[in-house]
């Protein structure tokens, strides 16, 4: 792979590290978007993946937007102010385009500071899971900066328009028992069992039958974007699909046997 992301296989889960511990997975580099790109096409194209955890090497999940870059005008940040939306829209957005395009359930172990777009990609998990000392953040304003990541969009979905307000506006830290109360994170749990707490969940996923899976997260996304009626029409379509599948067969004749299913794909 590229990099930044780690892949690692167990069973039906994927792990994916951000690997950049040495610099506190700050993100992005140009061409980051590029291992994002791949990772998630390669999930959505493999039928035996059913989740992935996401996580960050070292003391961070990430730190988001390297400053040093921003001070010197490099990488990402630098040329005029075209050639720096132009950027934007290919890297920046190319990263968050990938992570809500991932067909299969995302999980955020959340593993210390989720700052700027290290946040928001966090947000973009259907579940996140924070240690202990995770911590969340979205400086933008206390940069100069509007939430170049469409995080407008993001944390609103995650956080709820209030918080994501407070959060913003005011430019301040989120501690995890914080979030937790805000409905941010699902949980919090002690630092040295955060992975073992989201493979653990992403194991429970990971036994589902993967064509259901994933068509329950796509009705769960436009749940979220579009008109009931629009739901209802595309409810119908899928579960019409699904009661024609083999999974569903065998999942009938497990529940009348008493049984585990053994789905099959």
Request: hydrophobic share 50%; proline share 4%.
């Amino acid at each position: 792979m590229g990099r930044l992301i780690r892949r690692e296989r167990r069973g039906g889960v994927e792990i994916w590290t951000l690997d950049r511990a040495e610099r506190l997975n700050a993100l992005p580099d140009l061409g980051d978007e590029a291992d994002f790109v791949a990772a998630a096409e390669a999930v959505n194209a493999d039928m035996d993946v059913r989740c992935v955890v996401m996580t960050g090497a070292g003391r961070a999940f990430s730190a988001g937007g390297d400053l040093k870059a921003m001070r010197d005008k490099t990488g990402l940040f630098a040329g005029t102010e075209d050639q720096i939306r132009e950027n934007y829209k290919a890297v920046v957005h190319g990263i968050v385009r990938a992570l809500y395009g991932l067909e299969v359930p995302l999980i955020a172990a959340v593993n210390g500071p989720a700052m700027g777009l290290g946040c928001d990609i966090a947000g973009l998990a259907d579940i996140r899971i924070a240690s202990d000392r995770a911590v969340f953040g979205l400086p933008f304003l206390k940069l100069g900066l509007v939430p170049g990541d469409g995080g407008g969009w993001i944390t609103p979905r995650y956080a709820g328009y209030a918080r994501a307000a407070e959060m913003l506006f005011t430019a301040r830290t989120v501690d995890a028992a914080t979030a937790a109360d805000w409905g941010m994170v699902s949980r919090v749990v002690p630092h040295e069992t955060l992975m073992d707490e989201a493979l653990s969940l992403a194991d429970q996923i990971a036994v589902q039958p993967a064509q259901a899976l994933r068509m329950t997260k796509s009705l769960l996304r436009l749940g979220r974007e579009a008109p009931m009626d629009q739901v209802l029409d595309a409810t119908a379509a899928l579960q019409a699909r699904a009661h024609l599948s083999a999974d569903h067969a065998e999942g009938v004749a497990a529940a009348l046997e008493k049984r585990a299913p053994r789905f099959g794909g």
